[in-house]
């Protein structure tokens, strides 16, 4: 079975620029879920899909963030302008049931976003 | 939210026991304490979760005193690919709400 994939893996771009990070979760998982850990900080989370509506969105950091997961499946999260602050890692996370402590969230590998 | 922290490295030797401590003195009624292994330009994989006391698996065993301020991830006999960051997390959970608030992370270096 396919873990949570995440596209780029890693991505160079310059501020102002704008760039757009893809999740596929885990088929049949109706949570996904974005964190991001930004240079000498601890991993944070940025928001919650339960299918194609936001749960929770309360750690987007400011509107130049968007993310959407049309139909429920696969999320993209687009930065735009994108800022020298932005740099670090996008993590990408799906699990299972909508509620309880047992499903396990499974992460992707990370997409490594560099702002010059 | 709770407040985690934890142990920024910690060195050990391939066969021992490795205890990682972590303080979450905020944690909710309703959060469940977990703990996940990276390793360099990977995501984070799952290991343990508990509520309370002691519950173990086929990697590892997480104790979890009755005030749940603490918890402590133990892995017996260490071996060199346990070299990792080990992330202590909380995990709030509710119907249709889940969220991990993640701690700083403890890097474990093994040595031969």
């Known amino acids: 079975e396919a873990g949570v994939t995440q596209f780029p893996s890693h991505s160079v771009i310059e501020k102002g620029q704008t760039v757009t990070l893809r999740c596929d979760p885990i088929s049949g998982h109706d949570n996904l879920y974005w964190y991001r850990r930004v240079m000498g900080k601890e991993i944070k989370f940025l928001l919650h899909f339960v299918k194609e509506s936001k749960q929770d969105e309360s750690g987007m950091p400011n509107n130049r963030f968007l993310a959407e997961r049309t139909g429920g499946t696969y999320s993209t999260l687009k930065v735009q302008p994108a800022e020298l602050e932005d740099s670090g890692v996008y993590f990408c996370?799906?699990?299972?049931?909508?509620?309880?402590?047992?499903?396990?969230?499974?992460f992707g590998e990370g997409s490594w976003l560099t702002v010059v | 939210l709770a407040k985690i922290t934890q142990p920024i490295s910690m060195d050990s030797y391939e066969g021992q026991e490795v205890n990682i401590t972590c303080s979450h003195n905020n944690i909710a009624t309703n959060d469940y304490i977990t703990w996940y292994q990276q390793f360099p330009s990977q995501g984070p994989r799952f290991i343990i979760q508990g509520y309370k006391t002691k519950v173990t698996n086929e990697v590892a065993s997480l104790f979890i005193p009755a005030d749940r301020k603490s918890s402590t991830l133990s892995l017996p006999r260490v071996s060199l690919s346990d070299t990792a960051v080990y992330y202590c997390l909380v995990r709030t959970s509710r119907t249709g709400f889940q969220k991990l608030v993640f701690g700083t992370g403890t890097r474990l270096l093994v040595s031969p």
């Open positions: 996370a799906s699990s299972y049931d909508r509620g309880g402590s047992g499903n396990t969230i499974y």
